[in-house]
């Protein structure tokens, strides 16, 4: 088994496969079945798991432990877009006082 990569010429996105490869007795050569593992995180290069279809969950999915649940009402939207607005100030100070120490 290898992992192969392939890359959408319609949205640019690149996947991973599993690819196995079989011999056929009848036509006398080897065939390749590819299975899709997942898609290829541009910045990190990381294989992330997808089922290949772009569909919803399901109604019944329950989150892991510490995975993002996107807020439901515009109530708690807001409050997310302030979190995170809040989360990006905090950054850009980390970012200004380490670039500052490197200039010393």
Request: aromatic share 6%; glycine share 6%; net charge positive.
């Amino acid at each position: 088994m290898a992992i192969t990569y392939n890359k959408d010429k319609r949205s640019g996105l690149t996947y991973a496969y599993a690819t196995t490869y079989v011999w056929d007795k009848e036509k006398k050569q080897s065939r390749s079945k590819r299975t899709l593992i997942g898609r290829v995180d541009e910045t990190t290069g990381e294989i992330v798991p997808t089922d290949g279809r772009g569909r919803k969950r399901s109604p019944s999915y329950v989150p892991e432990v510490g995975e993002y649940v996107m807020p439901k009402t515009i109530k708690e939207l807001r409050a997310e877009v302030l979190r995170l607005l809040e989360e990006n100030s905090v950054l850009r100070k980390e970012i200004q006082k380490l670039k500052s120490k490197r200039t010393l």
